[in-house]
């Protein structure tokens, strides 16, 4: 039962299958499966620092989840120990806990517990190892070709981590042939292998991902073709296209109703429906069909769809599908199948929205922000209107034209929030135009008081102050860069598997997300100033080692100058890389060159020439005739010249993107408006001439009587005044294919 009876490294290279004796034995002869032992990868370093906690491999048959546990029985100082599910009982389990707890208390010996086939436990084997699993007793390491959210004990699922083996792909399989044909201990290097054109790529195309297939279709035909095995010396061993086709079998699409075939296929037919694919949507349908699915199931998926992929684009879809589903109780079979047939092309040809999703970001707002005070305006005026002013300055809207009046209806804290957006078509198009109208009329973004503006007009290093403005940003209450936080990670393509570079300096904002993205990945830093280290690694503390963000201990700027790595990370992503920064094409180049082939890089850039200005909130009536002009030309200047640092050149950019070999570039600016309180702070900072800040550019450009006479209108009507403040950032996309 120890390791060695199932991983035995004296295999014979004749007496075992070529797929045992070409199993490799470290990380790096490991063929695919990059998304999890790639270089950076989350599981890479877990075994690399024998750093494992359970885990449960789950994927296809000759992906490689054997042969990792093989691995990390070479690797780990715990002791590995092998049970298959299919021969072992209770009896087997209570046995090798008896040892586990043996080597924990004698040795202070770890013991690592690999099941094979872990699925085809029953509930009592399982549940007989759950306790042992989650007292330390045991780690667990469990391989299953069906879905472990279905197959196994939830509790031991909520207890590992999951990594998805991926068939393997041609190139993958083709790699593995070439291996095995030119070791000449395990394989059939000694030996003058030729195949017909074609016939090795068939053999590949068959194995549909499957290694152990590929390996026993090449070890079929090779020991099968000479009139003996092994042949005379010399002898050329070739392999036909009708020889690879007789080695290996085309295998039959499967649909087992009760495995994971199941949920594969309702998968398709709903995102058939959802990409507006009549063809594909009738195909799936049948294919449930005729494995026996139960329309009942069918039917209730499609009134889900109505409302998640169709909703308010076309109302009348949610009517079709409940319309359908009475029917059918009516008609029954084989009839009713024209009536789903019916039902399912509607859904697939009419119109798309999922703006009914919004729900669940009101939910994950109620969450959140728990729950807030009812707005006195629209309380419940016939209790305790005269003593609490309940519903008092209430506007009925059927007293107003078109029945609509502009008030506040959200808590005050959530002013200005905006859960639902309406789509482009169908019904959904036409209501639109009115609510951005209505809502352009209630905008009073009034959030917590935050130092945002610093951002724009002050540029010096961090103070206690910006401390604090960091801190509010981690906690998630500014809601600007919150908002940029998401577009960073939605606007490209994000894999759970993905290694993610943040390259601009960051305490928590880019960082914590990446990671939330990417559990089977790996999050990596840039910063070398103490402060913010320790900050990362204060919030680390409840974090798994290998799931924390990797330091690279450098300024963010030198790193990008340098060239120490190249074709390492999946997704660069980052605040402000290329404002400020002379040498837009250096930058742009390294990114290109620290991506991986499939890389992307997802920006945001401060516009600060196209935010609010100063000189928009001072009454211009109090200056002396003329210098109100000057004072809006040296403004200008400040703001839109390159040399002044906060000026950004965005189709220059676009240039030098392309220019480097960048595709798929995706401009996008975006707008911002929040009524702000502005405190004395704020504005001593933005006029405080030893640093490099609005105040000190603007004093090199005017005379000083007029920038005296800026400052002081500033202090005198800018405090404790709201604003309407407009912030404008630029959100830049694009990859490398």
Known sequence: MESMDLFSSSINNREFPLAARMRAETLDDFIGQEHLVGKGRLLRRAIQADQLSSLIFYGPPGTGKTTLAQIIAKTTKSAFVTINAVLSGVKEIRDEIIEAKKRLELHDKKTILFVDEVHRWNKAQQDALLPWVENGTFILIGATTENPFYEVNSALVSRSRIFQLLPLSKENLLKAAARALADKEKGYGKYK???????????????????RTLYNALQLAIETTPKQFPPPDGEIIYISMETAEDSIQRKVLLYDKEGDYHFDIISAFIKSIRGSDPDATLYWLARMLDAGEDPKFILRRLTISAAEDIGLADPNALVVANAAAQAFERIGMPEGQIILSEAALY????????????????????????????????KDSSRDKESFGHGKNYLYPHDYKERWVAQQYLPDALKGKVFYEPGDIGFEAELKKDIFRRREAQIEAQMERDDFSQETLTFSPPDKKKDEWYKRISDNKNIILSAVRERIFSQVNINRHDRILI??????????????????GGVFYVNNDKRDIEIIDKHSIYTEKTEKPILINESPADYLRNEKETGIYDIIAGRNLFLKQSNVKQISERLFALLDAKGRISLAENLASKS???????????????????????????????KYGIYLDTEGLEKVLHETGFKKIKFREKEWFETRVINKNDVEKWFDESLESYGSILLSLVEGHLYERVKEQALKTLPDKEIKWKSTYLFVAAGKE
């Open 347 to 378: 859904l697939a040809c009419t119109k798309k929205s999922n703006s009914v999703l919004a729900i669940f970001n009101a939910l994950k707002t109620i969450k959140e922000e728990k729950h807030m005070e009812v707005p006195a305006n629209i």
């Open 193 to 211: 292998v030729v195949f017909e054109e074609g016939a090795l790529e068939h053999i590949a195309d068959i194995a549909n991902g499957d290694a």
């Open 503 to 520: 390259t601009s300096r960051d305490r928590g904002l880019l960082i914590w997300e990446a990671i939330r993205h990417v559990p089977e």
């Open 612 to 642: 609010s200005r100063i000189s928009q909130f001072l009454d211009r009536t109090v200056f002396e005739e003329g210098d109100f002009d000057i004072f809006l030309n040296a403004e200008k200047t400040v703001y839109e010249e390159s």
